[in-house]
């Protein structure tokens, strides 16, 4: 269920946006319709422009099979960096999910690169002792496995706080500020969300792998998720 109403009649509460079809918010949609908050997706990948950031309290970023640096290709990119930079000057309250994370990077002036190695299927991950301490990630266990697919990677931009890391890419999550959060993982997968993205993996032996260990983790997967986007979403619950 997405809303697609005019801005200037209503003003939506979450923006959601979006790179590519197959990268939906998945959980997060699942949990703004179970909160009944409202929100407005854009497809930047089909050229829809982007609305004012103080007609939203909050800001999703999804992925994308885009790089940051790849404006010339796609030229909404340009646009968003501006939308990003202005939200965040302005309060919103913005999260960012693998390419948003790392858009918001360089939004806030930091470099994002080719990471050491490309990461697809689940790793673990751990908290920082500020991550632990964090809002959004309390209740997470010290360490605890994360869906990735990723080739870049992103340094920790100035004034921020890296909240996660993990032994191949140490750079996983950071906040700016109070409100601005960048996840490299993809917090927002459904089973069925893996699945589709699966079909287009080369390597059978490792998709079997990571369809295996999503059945057994994807419970427990989709709790923290929800917990997590229980505090991001807090000031807008009903």
């Not at 697809?120 to 959004?136: E, H, R």
């Not at 700016?176 to 993982?185: I, K």
């Not at 369809?211 to 998720?225: A, D, P």
């Amino acid at each position: 269920m997405v809303w697609h109403v005019d801005c200037s009649l209503f003003c939506h509460e979450c923006l959601i946006l979006k790179h590519a079809e197959i990268e939906g918010p998945g959980l997060i949609e699942d949990f703004l319709v179970q909160q009944e908050i409202p929100y407005q997706t854009i497809d930047l990948y089909l050229g829809t422009p982007l609305p004012r950031p103080d007609d939203f309290s909050h800001v999703v970023i999804m992925g994308g099979l885009m790089n940051v640096y790849e404006e010339d290709q796609y030229p909404f990119l340009i646009n968003e960096d501006l939308f990003i930079k202005e939200a965040i000057q302005r309060g919103r309250a913005i999260l960012g999910i693998c390419l948003g994370a790392q858009l918001i990077a360089k939004a806030l002036g930091a470099k994002v690169f080719k990471a050491p190695v490309q990461e697809i299927g689940w790793y673990d991950v751990s908290l920082t002792k500020v991550g632990s301490q964090d809002p959004l990630f309390s209740n997470f266990p010290k360490k605890f496995p994360v869906f990735q697919w990723h080739e870049d990677t992103f340094e920790i931009p100035h004034s921020a706080i890296l909240l996660a890391t993990s032994p191949l890419v140490p750079n996983q999550a950071f906040r700016y500020g109070d409100n601005a959060y960048g996840l490299q993982f993809h917090l927002e997968v459904t089973e069925s969300m893996i699945q589709e993205w699966m079909k287009a993996y080369e390597d059978e032996n490792q998709k079997i792998e990571i369809l295996t260990r999503t059945e057994r983790v994807i419970e427990s997967y989709k709790q923290r998720g929800m917990n997590f986007l229980k505090n991001f979403f807090r000031k807008i619950q009903k």
